[in-house]
């Protein structure tokens, strides 16, 4: 029993470990593109703010991602980065607003213990997605039925 409670604890922690180490995003829209001078200084400036942010851009260099385990304040990463002659637009963006995520969520059946609204929502969401898709058409069938 002892020995179940110890390995319960230790999976446990390699998982609260693992999700505190999952980096997180903040997303930035320049006004201009950055120049690569910019880009550089911006770098500098933001690993300065955090050791562990990484800064990331757009093939246009008008969109700056800043990626880090230890994510902080948008707010500090916004002024390291201002600080190097850059015009960031006002907020944050989101990355389905930057198109950072274009591919639509296929719908999944999720089992939730009561089958018929199960299959109920299922088929709601295949007939929703087939509407909007034509030329990618699913079955209205879960895998698990056939």
Known sequence: MMLRTTALMLVLGAGLIARAQAPGFHYFQAAQPLT???LKLATEAVMNADPYAELFHSDDRTIVQVKSPQLQPEALYRAAIAAQAVTLLPGTRTPDE?????APAVPV?????????????YRAAVEAWNAAHPDQPLSPTPVHAR
């Open 109 to 121: 059946y999720v089992p939730t213990g009561h089958e018929a609204a199960d299959l109920a929502r």
């Open 98 to 102: 930057l198109g950072v995520n274009p």
């Open 36 to 38: 690569t001078a910019q």
